[in-house]
């Protein structure tokens, strides 16, 4: 039975400020390691499915995540060989939390602001959310969690809405983790409290809204941590300071991205993903252009996201969640496997049970004394 959204919201409710503000003081997301990674990675050039670089940078997470279980997933999507790798820690222990970043990078920088068309070196869009993902892979082994987690590092996310007649091949956006959430169990689904994407998360200019669709639990417990590490504009950290425009729930937008597979299966996902890349506009400025480059990104983006995420962890924030308070405008097929209503169903189980149980006890009562009754009156009336 997953944890369900009472239990989210009531693990969160218990969890006092003073506790989030005291756990800050011990974070250890290093983001001079993650952009080191983001450095390395683009040297390997570009990481397109099947390429010389996506190979390399398997071998490199490989190299990076010792003391995890790696699996590569091979799959074919017209003539694109796709492989999502999945690194698993304290494998079948309690709730899963899943944290996802890609890691193949467009085939073309295709956006009209290109001034030529060679594939880009995806520092931002690519490189960043693995990098966070490797630093997480390297801390997490020492915070002692009681659960389940897992790495995803999905392929052939960014390969959508390619025009073919350039040499390149089109697929859905998000396949690599289309294709994932169709290798799980109905067991692993229901035992994911967690989803959690990161994309584009080492702009130096950072600029977080809300992404749909998603679980609103979850994103209400980001803005709360955020706030309290300093990243919610106007509103007073731990230190009773105001804090910097980083996060701001109230802006929403719907993004297509790897969130969208799981979400539609009925896990709890949240996209963490700064579609505003060198501009004010969405999905613009340096966005698949040739200027996606290892300057646009810092070590102190990259490790205020790593430790936002690294907090929830520490408090169990992500893993009491199997939330689905999900937006109502989201493409959610969620009911048949909503958890809030397997526990709700079983709950009505019970009472029925409790029910049927006093019943029959009643029942045996009643005709026990009914029938003493007659065997007394009987005897009565043999004397
Ligand atoms: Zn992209």
Redesign the pocket.
Known sequence: MPAGNSMLISHESEIQDSLICETIDFLSFNGSLANQSVHEQVDMGPRTPGSNGSHSLRMYLLDHLRGWDLTFQNHQYKELNITNVEAVYNSGMGNIVVLMAHYDT?QLADSVLSNNESPPDGAN?GASGVAALLELGRIIPELGLNHEIRLVFTDAE?QGNLDESKNVTSIPWATGSQRWVENLSQTEIDGISSLIVLDMIGDKDLDFGKTIPANNTLWDITQRLAKLMGLVESETDCDGELGEPVFDISDVNYITDDHVPPHNVGIPVMDIIDIRYGSEEVLSGH??TENDTIDKVSAESLEKVGKLVELGLRLGMWSGSNSTSNDSNSNSSLSSNDPISDTSIENEENTYRLMIGLFVFLFILISSLAGAWVIFAEKQGEV
């Open positions: 467009r869009d960014d966005w698949h």
